[in-house]
């Protein structure tokens, strides 16, 4: 998974929870070392995993190179990605 970007909110939240202060929602991507090795656990059963749909936006008159080709890969990743019938 290509990672742009992680909450600095997120990030704090998983201090805390290694300090011992409780639990919170993560991204998986955030915890995995911590889940693989032991330090963590997801708490409950699956009704507490809940998927995240992120949407990008752009400026379509924005034509600098490094936007549009930070686009185009993320365009390839979302064709890569199963879609949710559910919606």
Not at 10 to 23: H, N, P, R, T, W
Not at 43 to 59: M, N
Not at 68 to 85: C, E, I, K, T, Y
Request: net charge negative; charged share 20%; proline share 5%.
């Amino acid at each position: 998974m290509l990672v742009i970007n992680q909450s600095a909110l997120a990030i704090s939240v998983k201090a805390m929870i290694m300090e011992g202060f409780g639990l919170g929602w993560l991204p998986l991507e955030l915890c995995k070392a911590e889940l693989a090795d032991g330090r963590m656990t997801i708490v409950g059963g699956s009704e507490h995993v809940h998927p995240l749909e992120i949407r990008l936006y752009r400026d379509k008159e924005n034509t600098k190179p490094t936007l549009n080709r930070l686009w185009g890969d993320m365009q390839a990743l979302s064709q890569n990605q199963p879609q949710d019938s559910s919606a």
